[in-house]
C-alpha cells in the first residue's frame, strides 16, 4: 500500500509562490502517474495537474496552465508543485495522488491521497 505525505503549503499573498512537495513510500514509485488535486470546502476535489512516471508528459487544468508546474523525482520517491503568480482561488486544500487514471476528458485518484496540505493566498 502506497503512503503519500505533502507539505509546503502556508500563507502567501496573491502573486507570490510556494512550492509543494509530495513524498512516497510503501510501494514502487514506478510506473504511476502522480498528481495534485485540490479541494475547497463544500466543494468536490478538482483536478490540478499530473505527470507521467518518465516526466515526459504532464497535464494541468485551465485555470492554473503557465502558472503552475509540475515535477518529479523518481530517485527521491518525491513530486512537486511549483505554484507561481497565486490568487485567491487558488486557496484550497492540495492533495497527492497516485496512480491516476485519464477517463472521459478528467482524470481520477485511485484512492491513494496524501492527508493535504493547506495553501491560504491573500489578497
Known amino acids: 500500500q502506497v503512503q503519500l505525505v505533502e507539505s509546503g503549503g502556508g500563507l502567501v499573498q496573491a502573486g507570490g509562490s510556494l512550492r509543494l512537495s509530495c513524498v512516497v513510500s510503501?510501494?514502487?514509485?514506478?510506473?504511476?502517474?502522480m498528481g495534485w488535486f485540490r479541494q475547497t470546502p463544500g466543494k468536490e476535489r478538482e483536478f490540478v495537474a499530473a505527470?507521467?512516471?518518465?516526466?515526459?508528459?504532464?497535464y494541468y487544468a485551465d485555470s492554473v496552465k503557465g502558472r503552475f508546474a509540475i515535477s518529479r523525482d523518481n530517485a527521491k520517491n518525491t513530486m512537486y508543485l511549483q505554484m507561481n503568480s497565486l490568487k485567491s482561488e487558488d486557496t484550497a486544500v492540495y492533495y497527492c495522488?497516485?496512480?491516476?487514471?485519464?477517463?472521459?476528458?478528467?482524470?481520477?485518484?485511485?484512492?491513494?491521497w496524501g492527508q493535504g496540505t493547506q495553501v491560504t493566498v491573500s489578497s
Open positions: 495522488a497516485a496512480d491516476l487514471t485519464y477517463v472521459g476528458r478528467s482524470w481520477y485518484g485511485s484512492g491513494s
Open positions: 505527470i507521467t512516471w518518465t516526466g515526459a508528459s504532464t
Open positions: 510503501g510501494r514502487t514509485f514506478s510506473g504511476y502517474v
